[in-house]
Structures are given as structure tokens and as C-alpha cells.
């Protein structure tokens, strides 16, 4: 099974025309989006019929005003967290798995001096193209030489190594994902780490993500009064969509989760992903209270992971890969 067979399980109706190859959890991600001020978000629900999958997945009105309140601020700060800590980095070459509908990369690559690899599954890969050419045809000029969308499975090292064909290997880069790891079994996950090793160890740089969960935060959302429903809904929903129930795959506590990747070769620190240094533009829109929003910075981090050994220049420069130090 590849990394995101499971997220196309089950065939839901509300599809739109050429996009059915699109994934529902895609599509309500889109949909979400839609509500914050995030780059081509708007136009990539309406091309995909993110709305119309969206009621069919959740009818109840009430349900999916309470789900919107905290799925669109939510996944507003998950996609500029990530933009701003890329960008906080200094690294111009960036690799992004499973990359989704999010189109960071047209909007990070409107710098020409930033080369951007969005890689996902063939068939989406195909399909962004599609959405691409619509956007164009919707009177958004997009000339992106430095962007480059390749077919990958992440838990395939020979695909990700053929995806860096495109950087140069005398510079670091940034490998990122949002919404991939907290799908991957235990074993998955081990194997993704080791990929991504593997290319630090070639290129240098830093692993950014906000997948990683713990069971004793998603416990304490399932048992907020302000969350509790809306969270039993929404696991129900992806558990349903994927076949796959995402807290019998999270990590059980902070120890777990850093002695999991310091096995894996990694050094891993956290920061929050609300951090003031944006605007959350959908709050208003999806109407939540400050008592959700204080909720949300509680629970929502990003993880940055460096290697435990950093290659070395004249190791980049020749494009060698250097056996990381236990």
C-alpha cells in the first residue's frame, strides 16, 4: 500500500468531472482553506467541488459549522506555520511530500531563486496539472520554471531520490509534509524517517512537519467541552474515508515520540505554530470563539528535525552520502 492509498478507499460520490482521481480528504482540506486568505485556495476548492463533497461527507449543518470552526483556522495555521518556517531557514531548495492540493510551491516560487518539488501520488500529481491550467485559464498569470510537481511515493527512496535530480547538491534543503505521517503505521513511519535521512545525509537541511501526534493531547481535545464533538466527528469521518484510525497510529507520549526518531538518527525540537507572526484569517469567518482559539495554540505545534550528524560540504559537493554517527 503506498503512502496515500489509503486516503482513496472508498469512492464517495460527489466528484467532480475530471477530478474524481482526487482524494476526498483532499477535497475537504480544500474546502476549509477556502474560508483563510491562503493563495489559490478559493480557486482550487470551487475547480474541485470541495464544497459539494464536503455536505455530502458531513449533511448536518450544525456539525459542519462546529468542524469549520476548528478545521479551517486549524489547517490555516498548520499551512503558514510551515510556509514561515521554511522561510525562516535560509534554505532555497524545498521538497514537499505528499503535497496534497496546498500549491505552496506556486506561491513560494514567485522567488526565483527558491526550487520547489511538490511531489505526491501519479494520479494527483496529474490532476494538479489540470487544476494548474485552470487557474491560468482563470486569469492568474503562473510561470514557475523553478517548480516541479513529480509523481513519488514517500515511502519509495528511489522516487524521492529521482525527485532531487532537481537541486543542487552543494546546498541544504527542506524536506516538509502536512497531513502524510499521522497516516503511516509504526512501521511506515519508520521507513519514511529512514528516507528522509538518507536525502539529509546527501543534501543537509532540516525536516519540517506538523504530523506528529501524542495520545495524551488528542485526549485531552476528545475530553474539552469545546472540542470533544467535533473531534469524535471529525475522527469518525477520516476514520471512515481511510480505513485507518488515526490515534491507534499516534505516538503514545513525548518520550515515545523522541526516543522513535533519535533511534531514526534525528535531533527533534518543537515550537507552536501560532506564534504571532501571521494573521489567522478564517477565525472570523468560521466564527470561532477565543476560547477555541486559546484550545488550538494549546494543541497545535511543529516539529523541526535536524540530523544527529550533518554531512559535510565537501561531502554535498560531490554528491557522496556520509554514514550518520550513532
Same mark, same amino acid.
Given at each position: 500500500m503506498t503512502h496515500t492509498d489509503r486516503l482513496n478507499k472508498k469512492p464517495v460520490d460527489g466528484s467532480s468531472g475530471s477530478f474524481a482521481k482526487i482524494s476526498p480528504t483532499a477535497k475537504l482540506v480544500a474546502y476549509f482553506r477556502e474560508f483563510s486568505d491562503?493563495?489559490?485556495?478559493?480557486?482550487?476548492?470551487?475547480?474541485?467541488?470541495? %464544497?459539494?463533497?464536503? *455536505? #455530502?461527507?458531513?449533511?448536518?449543518?450544525? !456539525?459542519?459549522?462546529?468542524?469549520?470552526? +476548528?478545521?479551517?483556522?486549524?489547517?490555516?495555521? =498548520?499551512? #503558514?506555520?510551515?510556509?514561515?518556517?521554511? #522561510? *525562516?531557514?535560509? @534554505?532555497?531548495?524545498?521538497?514537499?511530500?505528499?503535497?496534497?492540493?496546498? +500549491?505552496?510551491?506556486?506561491? !513560494?516560487?514567485d522567488d526565483p531563486s527558491i526550487i520547489y518539488v511538490e511531489s505526491d501520488l501519479p494520479d494527483l500529481t496529474e490532476e494538479? *496539472?489540470? @487544476?494548474?491550467?485552470?487557474?491560468?485559464?482563470?486569469?492568474?498569470?503562473?510561470? =514557475?520554471?523553478?517548480? +516541479?510537481?513529480?509523481?513519488?511515493?514517500a515511502l519509495s527512496l528511489q522516487d524521492l531520490q529521482f525527485a532531487t535530480? $532537481? +537541486?543542487? $547538491?552543494? %546546498?541544504? @534543503?527542506?524536506?516538509? $509534509?502536512?497531513?502524510?505521517? !499521522?497516516?503511516?503505521?509504526r512501521t511506515e513511519k519508520e521507513t519514511l524517517a529512514a528516507n528522509i535521512r538518507q536525502l539529509l545525509q546527501t543534501f543537509g537541511g532540516v525536516w519540517l512537519t506538523p504530523d506528529f501526534m501524542l495520545d495524551e493531547e488528542s485526549a485531552k481535545l476528545l475530553d474539552h467541552p469545546k472540542a470533544a464533538a467535533v473531534m469524535t466527528h471529525m475522527t469518525k469521518v477520516i476514520t471512515d474515508l481511510t480505513g485507518r484510525n488515526l490515534q491507534q497510529e499516534q505516538f503514545k507520549d513525548e518520550s515515545d515520540l523522541h526516543e522513535f526518531f533519535e533511534r531514526a538518527g534525528f535531533q527533534i525540537k518543537a515550537t507552536p505554530q501560532i506564534d504571532g507572526t501571521y494573521q489567522l484569517s478564517s477565525i472570523d469567518k468560521a466564527k470561532m470563539s477565543p476560547e477555541q482559539q486559546d484550545l488550538l495554540r494549546q494543541a497545535l505545534r511543529l516539529w523541526i528535525l535536524e540530523l544527529n550528524f550533518q554531512p559535510s560540504p565537501e561531502a554535498r559537493k560531490s554528491g557522496l552520502l556520509v554514514e550518520l554517527k550513532r
Open positions: 491562503i493563495p489559490f485556495a478559493t480557486d482550487v476548492s470551487r475547480i474541485i467541488g470541495a %464544497k459539494d463533497l464536503t *455536505k #455530502k461527507l458531513c449533511p448536518d449543518e450544525a !456539525m459542519l459549522a462546529d468542524l469549520t470552526k +476548528f478545521a479551517a483556522p486549524a489547517l490555516e495555521a =498548520r499551512y #503558514k506555520s510551515m510556509l514561515s518556517a521554511v #522561510k *525562516k531557514t535560509g @534554505i532555497t531548495q524545498v521538497l514537499e511530500l505528499a503535497s496534497g492540493l496546498s +500549491f505552496r510551491g506556486l506561491l !513560494m516560487t494538479k *496539472k489540470k @487544476i494548474i491550467q485552470q487557474v491560468e485559464r482563470m486569469g492568474q498569470a503562473i510561470d =514557475r520554471p523553478n517548480l +516541479f510537481l513529480e509523481p513519488v511515493n535530480r $532537481h +537541486f543542487d $547538491h552543494r %546546498k541544504p @534543503i527542506a524536506i516538509i $509534509h502536512e497531513g502524510l505521517y !499521522m497516516y503511516l503505521s
